[in-house]
């Protein structure tokens, strides 16, 4: 074992679990799933990025976050994710119309992928092709 992942394990491990467990309890009234079923020391060390990236601040606002969610649970089609993400995007005062608008959106990727996949398009003619388009969208709006 590595001297870093020695160091990480010892970090994650350092503070009894009972307090993660407090922690977690505080935060949500409760130990939330998936967090109650695994191992205690895999919970400890998963607790700080499960609680940053769901009730706690980063990059993106947590309503974008959580409509991000919505959109990858509808396509790995998780009815856990599609859930909790629904419920915390509507938590995080996403309205109706964005919901509607991430349920049409979530299909796009995916859509538009299997469309590519299915051609064998060429990937570096792609990414030609994709920049053009930037570059006249680009040019196109500086001449608003």
């Known amino acids: 074992m590595s001297r870093h992942v020695r160091r990480l394990t010892a970090m994650a491990t350092e503070q009894p679990q ?12 409760q130990v939330p799933p998936p967090l109650g079923t695994i191992p205690e020391d895999d919970a ?10 769901t009730v706690g601040e980063s990059e993106i606002p947590a309503k974008y976050r959580e409509l991000m969610g919505l ?7 998780c009815p856990y994710c599609a859930h909790f993400h629904r419920h915390a995007a509507q938590m995080h005062g996403a309205t109706d119309a964005e919901l ?3 349920y049409a ?23 030609v092709e994709i920049a053009q388009i930037s ?8 001449e608003e």
């Not at 959109?71 to 089609?77: L, S, T």
């Open 18 to 29: 009972t307090d993660v467990e407090q922690q977690m309890t505080d935060t949500f009234g």
């Open 71 to 77: 959109a990858v649970a509808a396509n790995i089609k």
């Open 44 to 53: 400890a060390s998963e607790w700080p990025f499960f609680e940053k990236y």
């Open 135 to 142: 570059d006249h969208l680009q040019s196109a709006a500086g």
């Open 105 to 127: 959106l979530s299909s796009l990727t995916s859509r538009y992928s299997a469309m590519l996949h299915a051609q064998e398009y060429d990937l570096d003619q792609f990414k």
């Open 100 to 102: 509607e608008e991430t």
